[in-house]
């Protein structure tokens, strides 16, 4: 039998066990604990948020329906038209191609709903149409 050959190696620790890694290791725990501290209050903060959130939910809200989806898109067209002023400037602004676009899907919802709507709903929206068409016409002038 022939004599293996074993190999010597040595183990080195490479591992740096000085004050300098003991401030990181004291670091990192004290970013443990302000990451803790952070996320506590966030979840503090949540209830509150949820509140809000439950307060939203119960404001006098119309039911969402036709009738209020129209009107919807009724008061869009009329602060296009600068008859209302814009909820985000405040101020009357007038954008007629906006106020042509809202008329036009109005006017497709008119004709796409034929026969399935209500006699009142119908009417609503042939009324609705009939006066957002003059006031676009006298803006156009």
């Given at each position: 039998m022939q004599e293996e050959k074993k190999q010597d190696f040595t183990v080195k620790d490479r591992?740096?066990?000085s004050q300098e890694n003991?401030?990181?290791d004291s670091k990192n725990e004290d970013t443990k604990k302000a990451e803790d501290t952070i996320k506590q209050k966030s979840k503090e903060s949540e209830p509150a948020v949820e509140k809000k959130d439950k307060e939203a939910d119960q404001t006098c809200?119309?039911?969402?329906?036709?009738?209020t989806f129209i009107m919807s898109?009724?008061?869009?067209?009329?602060?296009?038209?600068?008859?209302f002023e814009n909820p985000a400037t405040g101020n009357k602004e007038i954008n007629l191609a906006l106020a042509k676009q809202t008329?036009?899907?109005?006017?497709?919802?008119?004709?796409?709903?034929?026969?399935?709507?209500s006699k009142d709903e119908e009417s609503m929206l042939k009324s609705i149409l009939y006066d957002l068409r003059i006031i676009y016409v006298k803006e156009k002038k």
């Open positions: 591992r740096i066990f003991e401030n990181i809200l119309p039911e969402i329906n036709f009738p898109l009724n008061a869009s067209a009329l602060v296009n038209l600068g008859l008329i036009d899907i109005l006017s497709m919802l008119e004709e796409k709903t034929r026969g399935n709507l």
